[in-house]
Every structure is written in structure tokens, then in C-alpha cells.
């Protein structure tokens, strides 16, 4: 059927969105405006979607058509309602408008590759490029001109509309300045570039973690050590607490979810993110007081104007949104966690959410601000025993803001600078309690606030093309307050170890404050066409630890060496220093003092080989002597303890020294449709204990690490695994001490020696697989996600208990093992427009 409505008197129109489609055309009909539409191609069915920002019919008409993939062509005086692929397919026009970042000067002699292909159909002035007689569709603009940084944009056009495109272009920085000197460091980032190792962005993000958590993608690069429960990483043998994280210039505190309960997630939105660089070792001296490792990220820069996610998944609903001109960009993150919704009440209510935004503007080519605040709520019950008799459970709230604003200028063509103002407010709490009768009674009251200041300052000077120098300054002020009590009492197995009270009690409190100060310089050369070397020199300081001459000096140097056009070889030595931060007092365990910083020798070497301009091939050896080690405390047996300090099997670690050797080998392959990669590491970890060296607790002296991936316009499939000799474990002896007064023997528990034995190897196969459907707004992206896709049951902890023998009645001292992550699936859906 074929309606054909007649001129009439113009009228006064209503609000359209959740109007059905041919309601409204009737209605502009029956004011006079000349519509005609089939009932098969506007149904009942079809409903307004967005509210139009037209004010003419016929673009009010033709903007609710869009979401439906119909729009109009006139013919005869007739605006007839066309499918897009009709024959004579109305089609657009984009006009892209090229400026310098920050002012209306134009780019006179850009260079503007669009795919697919698009004539150019004139240059309306310097600077505006206009493409006319557009089919309707996606195109990429790659946009370059000399002496300035490339831009990538993505426009939607649609039948009949001109899309208006504002690009601000930045000054090139000079290749001295961004050339890889350092060994160990990577990147998993949007951007490839053939000069560094790269996880492919799209294979990474597509492969199966727990959560979408950016933090725990790292954990599958060569020398990292991981349970597979926490969001948090060991490199190469040295505590997780050693790496540092950073975003947009600013270093995050404590960035993570379910802190008191092994850190299960992190507080930053992989999809916020353009990409994440890391260093396993050997960072420059602009970065300090940390001793592992670094991971630096940025937040996402929009490709489009204008960019909106809605997620849903197992673990959390997120929401995303994003512009960019020529002058600004915003951008606002926001997720609250599922896990209080999926998982059974009897284990707890485990709440929380994140919220990230940033705001940027260009004063000029040469000056921009941004805005940043990352704010995570937590508000976490867990409870490992519910039945009162066994009762143990934490309840824990961690309120965590950061604010601060980092202002970059470029003064002139050889000197800029960027600044680095912030402050933030974290404040955790926790109450926990066990009630087990056999085991352990007490109770604990644990809060600590923490308020922190800071400035940072980095200059870069670049000389020339072939020398480059850095240097700056850092201050934090910061002030904490921790109070602290708890009580206990043993019985059974647990009131049986050897020089132990039957009871504890706790009551303390500490108020640091003070600041932390740091200067730095650095100087890079390009000796030879083919050779680079930096080096630099770092100076830290605290005064709220209350210890007298505990300055840090940290040298360092790095060299890069190209031995041909495919291959580059780095060596790297260090001193790394490391304070104990003003909120890692050990509290807990009875400690109110801060102790010296640790110290940390990295020295390395790396080679890197290109191999028929397709596979990446990564060897490197590393040796990291540290010293000053500062006492730390452990859980023997189970580290999964929800009161970690409540637990008999709870040592006392005081090292002298440590060490972390290896060898890495890693090779990937991130071209075309099919992608791989896959590394081996060969490694010790050692803590040198009264003369003798005891491995560390995550020591894995084999490891294996591999991933392979599939996609395609729609689907995208991946497989990914990780293998490693089993984490060391402590033996746990009954030992006969005596008789009683009534002639029955005495018994008493002792550990054996420390870390002597070891669990079975780790295994872990996870999968993931997604299916991108195209909306008439947008696209729609489900996915399933499967970790442990064996079920392999991988011992992560030990548990000794007197059992009763079904037979004889009598009480028998048994060895019971608990788990890392069973078979653990998720599915979810992102709805991307």
C-alpha cells in the first residue's frame, strides 16, 4: 500500500521520541508537507528513538529515519521514505577542518589518507578539505604533515548531511626524545609501532582475563608471577607492592577493589584507556621510588567526535562516554561491580564501584590543561565460614578520591615542560571476626586515613636531533592515621604451636606525617647512527619515616645498539630505591616504626630481533641483587586467611638480602587475522635468611606463557595459557614434647624449614570468544568468557586439622589443600554508538 499525503496549513508539532515513525510523518502530512512511505518499510512497529535536534520537517523526518537505516528522496515534489541501499541513494558530504591543536591556525599542507578511498573534492581554504557525494558509511581519516604528530579519526556519514570534522594537530616530538632506550619494557597499546615488542591492543583486550582488568592483563608477560585471585603482580622475584601505577602523569595509590581480601580487582576501566606501557626492570630515573617495575597508561583518546559504551557483564555494568574537537576532550568512566548480585548472600556482600573523568583543553598549539579524578567505593562483607560455630568474615568500607591537574607547555622549539598538581583522600576501615571454637575466637577494629599533597615538576630540553635532556623535582606532603585493635584466643591445633601465647591482644596507634622529595636528571645521547645511551641520577627523601640520613642516590644508564635493520641490542644497570609508604606501616602485626628504604641492582641485557618483517623475537637475561630488605610477614600455609595477622602459621620474615635471576624468551606473531604469541622464563628467587638462601613464596622457576587469536569484522576468538612450576609451600610437623601430670603425651606443632617443599605445577586454560552485531545505532559486541577451562584444581594452600579416624574412634593429624580459581565463566554484552 502507498500513502500520499496532500499539502495543508503548517502547524504546531509536539515532541517526537516514543512516538511510533508513522504517526509523525502522518501527522507532517496532514500539515501539508508531501511524505510518501510503505507500510511494509514503516510499520506499526517502528518507533521514534532519539529526539531530534532539527527544527525543519523534513530534517526532523530524515533524523528519525537514521536510527532505522531509511532516510528520504525526493522525487517529483514527493519526499518518498527509502531504504539506504535503495537505487539513488541520497549521499552526504564531510568538510574536515585541520588547525594546530589549541588555536584556529590551519594546516595548509596536510596529507589526508581516508579508507575506504574518497576523491577530494576541493580545498574550500587552507586548512578545510571537502569530500562531497559521499555514500553513507564509515570512513577512517589518517591525517600527517611535516613536523607534526599523525591523527587518526573515524566519521559516520549519513544520506544527505554534511559532517562538519574538527582535527587539532600537536608538534612532532623529536625521535631522540621517543626512541625505546631501556630493556624490559613493553607495550600493549593501541598504536603499533614495528621498532618495539607489542602485544597486539586488539588481541589483548580480547583475550580472557577475569574481570576486563588492565592490571591483570600484564600478568601474562615474561618474569611475571601471579595467582590468578588478585589483580596485584610480582616481576622478576620482587614483592607486588614494588610496581608502581601511573595514569595521565599522575601515580595512583592503592588503585584496587576488595583491597583487604587479596585485591581482586583494579579501579581502572580497561576500555578508559589507550593503552598501557610497562616496565618489568630497568626504568629511567624520572621514575623512583619503586624497585620492580612500572606500569604507565592514558586515558582513551575518542578516534570520533563523539563515543558512548554501556556494558553489562558478570562482574560489573559500566558506562562509558567520550568527545573530541579540535580544542577539547572529555571523557567519563563510571562502573559499579556485580559480584553482590551473583554470588550467594550466605559468602557475602561484596559492593563497589568506580568512577574516572578527565577534561582537557588547549589554550594554544604550545599549552593544555587537563582535569582528572578517579574516585572507588567499597563497601565489602566476606565470609569464608557461616556457620556460627566457624563463623569468619570481614567487613570492610574504602572510600579512595584522587584529584589533580596536569598542565603541559612547550615553550619554545627545544623546551617544555609538564606540571603535575594533585591531592587525594583515602580512608579503609575493616572489622573482622572468627568464632571458631576448634580454631580461633577474637575479634579486630582496623581503620586507617591517609591525606596526601603533591607537586611534580619535568622539564625536557632537546638540544638537537641527537641530544635530549631531562630533569625535575617532586614534593608530597602527607599525613596518616592508623588505630588498631584486636584480641584472639586459640584452641585445638592452633594452641599447639611450639613458643606460642594461648591469647593476643593488640591496641596501637600512629600518626605519621611528613613529606617525600625527589630531584632527578637525565641526559640521553645518539653517540652514533646506530648507538644511544641515557644516563641519569636520582635523589629521594622522606621525613615522615623519622630516620635520620636515609637519603637515596639512584645512578643509572641505559644503551641501545642497532646491530642491523632488524635487530637491537640493550643493556641496562640501576639502583632503584624504595620507601616504605606512608600507608604500609605494619600495624597489624605490632610494628609502629617505618624502616629504611630497600635498594635494589638491576643489571640486564636484550636482544630483539625482527624476522621477516612479521614475528618479534625477545630474549632477556636479568640479575637483581637487593639489599636493606625490610622485614616482612608471611602466611606458611594458606594465604587466603580473611585475617591474615590472626593466623599461628604467621612468620616473621627478616632477610638481609634478596635475589632474582633469569632468562626470557618471547616471540609473537601480530600480523593478520591470525595472532599468537608465546614466552618461556627460566628464574630464581631467593631471601638470604639467617646465611642461608630460602626461596621467596612466589618464586616459579619455569613459566610458560602463551596466547592465540582469531577475529574478523564480526567474531572475534581467543585462547590463552599459563603454566609455571608450582608456588614453594612449608611442611608442618606433630612433634611428642613430654607427658602430662595424668602420663598422656604432649604434643606440640613446628613448621619444617621454610618453603622446602612445593605445590604441583600451576595450569591455567582460558577462553574467550565475541560476536559483533551492527545496530541501527551502533553496534552490540556478546561475549563469553571462560577461565580454568579445564576446571584443573591448582593447589594454592595448605590446611593441618585433627580429624576423626572413621575406624578407631581416635583423633589423626591430617595435611588438607585448598585451591586457586576453579572453572570460572562470564558472559556479558557492550553496546557501543
Partial sequence: MLTVTVEAAEGDFARYIGRAVAEVIDEFGDAGYPFAYSTNLVGSDLWVLTEPDATEPLDIVRQILR?????IRTEAGVHLVVRYNSVGLPKGSIVLVITMRGSDQPVAQAAVMVDPQLPLSGRLMPGIYEYSAVLPGRYQFDIEADGLQMVTR????????TTVVSVGMNVSRPEIETIAVSASRYEISRDIAASRFILDQRTIQNMPDVGEDPLRVIQRLPGAAASGASARTHFRGGEHREIGIMLNG???????HVRDYQSIFSAIDSRAIEGVEVYTGGFPVQFGDRMSGLVLMESLESL????????????NTS???????????????????NLDLVIDPQFGRPRYYDIFAEYEYDFSPNASVSFNALYADDAIKLVLESEPAELEQIVSKTKNAQLWIQLKNRWSDELSSTLVLSSLSFRNNRLGIMAD??????SVYDDREVKQHSLRQDFTWTKSDTHVVQWGVQAIYSDAKYEYRNNAEYFGLQALYENQPETTSRDLVASPHGGSYALYFSDRWRMTPKTVIEWGLRWDDQTYTDLASDAQLSPRINLMHVLGPHTELRFSWGRYHQSQGINELQIEDGITNFWPAQRADHLIAGLRHLIQDRYALRVELFHKEMRQVRPRFENLFDPLSLIPEFQRDRVRLDATSAKSLGLEISIDNSNGPLTWWASYTLSKATDKIDGKDQLRSWDQRHAVQGGIAWSNDKWDVAFA??????????????????????GDPVFVVIPGQRNELR????????????????????????????????????ECCLDWDFEEDEITGEDVFERGVDYWLPLLPSIGVLWEF
Avoid at 721 to 742: F, R
Avoid at 770 to 782: D, E, I, Q, W
Fill in 721 to 742: 595459557t599459563s603454566i609455571h612450576s608450582g608456588w614453594p609451600t612449608t611442611d608442618l610437623m606433630l612433634v611428642e614434647d613430654g607427658i602430662d601430670a595424668s
Fill in 67 to 71: 536510527p532505522h537505516k531509511l532516510t
Fill in 759 to 794: 605445590h604441583q605445577v600451576f595450569v591455567s586454560l582460558d577462553f574467550r570468544i565475541s560476536r559483533k552485531f551492527k545496530l541501527r545505532r551502533g553496534s552490540l559486541m556478546a561475549f563469553l568468557e571462560i577461565s580454568n577451562l579445564t576446571d584443573r584444581s591448582n
Fill in 319 to 337: 558506562l562509558l562516554t567520550t568527545a573530541n574537537s579540535s580544542d577539547r576532550r572529555w571523557l567519563v568512566s563510571a562502573r559499579r561491580g
Fill in 154 to 161: 573515524v566519521v559516520d556519514v549519513w544520506p544527505g548531511d
Fill in 304 to 315: 570520533r567526535p563523539r563515543h558512548t559504551e554501556v556494558g553489562v557483564s558478570i562482574f
Fill in 250 to 256: 599522575q601515580w595512583l595509590f592503592d588503585p584496587f
Fill in 437 to 442: 571454637i576448634g580454631k580461633v575466637v577474637g
